[in-house]
């Protein structure tokens, strides 16, 4: 993660800071159309700098799919077959890379960090290109594919929204440079401190001997490492792109007031799940869809996060069980629970068991399988 490594940091913001003056002084004299240039100068000078082999992949993958995404814009025949192949071209290098942990024979250890959510973002591009047909300028697309706040994990942009904020910048205000230096203090806090105390305390209990309300803790400390985790990065993201006038977008809203695993996962991860839905709900053409089939599209969807995280029987595991929940939702009525008629012990006692349970599986990232299964032992273990 390279906002742990002090000197990486200390680039990025001194970057920000000469960017965030250049963007101010570009815009008083009418010259913000320079700034995108600049920005995309300083994401490559970051990404040679961490890496070398990095950076000639990167160069590479922005370009390919930058043809792919001009391609499937201007070619008239045969498009619904091509849009799907440059999506499936989009995703080969984490497909290699996912492929490696059980095919020995493929190189391993090339230079791909951020793979994952950089493919999510070329196959929204080729959507964009696919169903808008606007031309995206390279420099834009090279800006939205290497934006470094958000390089090498979430919040995931649409490039629609990067477009816009790219067009239309926050004026750096003071008032924004509190506000985002505020959250990144609170970022760095929950990722280098809270979790830190927290993985801790984890490592510890799992030297102990199993019982039930040794198992409980673990599940909860699951839960908590995995938000602050996530939650810690996705403010530091945040606040570097808010230096920089671009509004990254949310990833957690809320999700212990979520009472339904459909509305937990709309509040969790927010920018994975909305491009997982919004690209699915493309494909259908906003069809209204039967139980049967909302059920079989939530299992479906929930195999795909798994897989997307590791191809390990520990993830094909955790994706079934994901599944299972919400299409069990889907197939009972119950993906959403309107707090205004319900009474409220009833909301709580179901926020209460949806992230019971949603901690239950965090320990299927947290844990190896053997301590998975001693854990889940414990719970019986009086």
Request: positive net charge.
């Amino acid at each position: 993660m390279w906002f742990l490594q002090i000197d990486i940091l200390i680039r990025i913001l001194i970057g920000t800071v000469l960017l965030a003056a250049a963007s101010a002084v570009a815009r008083k004299f009418g010259k913000q159309t320079a700034v995108p240039k600049w920005m995309v100068l300083f994401d490559l000078l970051v990404i040679l700098y961490v890496s070398k082999r990095l950076f000639v992949f990167y160069v590479g993958y922005t370009l390919v799919t930058f043809a792919l995404v001009r391609f499937i814009r201007i070619v008239k025949r045969g498009r619904k077959p091509l849009f799907l192949l440059c999506c499936i071209a989009c995703a080969v290098p984490l497909i290699y890379t996912r492929a490696t942990s059980f095919l020995d024979f493929l190189p391993k250890g090339l230079a791909m960090v951020g793979i994952a959510y950089n493919m999510l973002k070329a196959i929204d591009a080729v959507y964009f290109s696919y169903y808008t047909e606007k031309k995206i300028p390279l420099i834009t697309y090279a800006n939205f594919m290497l934006f470094v706040p958000v390089f090498t994990a979430g919040p995931i942009f649409r490039y629609r929204d990067f477009e816009k904020s790219m067009a239309k910048p926050e004026p750096i205000t003071s008032a924004l440079v509190e506000r985002s230096v505020k959250r990144l203090i609170r970022g760095m806090f929950k990722k280098i401190v809270a979790a830190t105390v927290a993985v801790q305390i984890f490592d510890y209990l799992l030297t102990l001997q199993s019982h039930w309300y040794i198992s409980i803790a673990l599940m909860a400390l699951s839960y908590l490492i995995l938000y602050l985790d996530m939650a810690g990065y996705a403010d530091m993201a945040i606040a570097i792109g808010g230096l920089m006038g671009i509004k990254v977008p949310e990833n957690f809203k809320h999700p212990l007031k979520a009472a339904s695993f459909t509305q937990f996962w709309r509040n969790w991860h927010v920018s994975l799940s909305d491009w997982i839905k919004e690209h699915i709900f493309v494909l259908l053409n906003g069809k209204k869809l039967s139980r049967k089939v909302a059920a079989a599209i939530g299992f479906g969807t929930m195999m795909f996060m798994s897989l997307w995280h590791g191809f390990t029987r520990l993830m094909v595991l955790d994706g079934v069980f994901n599944g299972i929940l919400l299409a069990a939702e889907n197939l009972l009525g119950l993906t959403t629970v309107d707090r205004k008629k319900s009474s409220r012990g009833y909301f709580v006692f179901r926020c209460v068991l949806t992230n019971v349970i949603f901690a239950f599986n965090t320990m299927f990232y947290t844990m190896t399988a053997e301590q998975l299964l001693s854990a889940v032992r414990g719970f019986i273990t009086l």
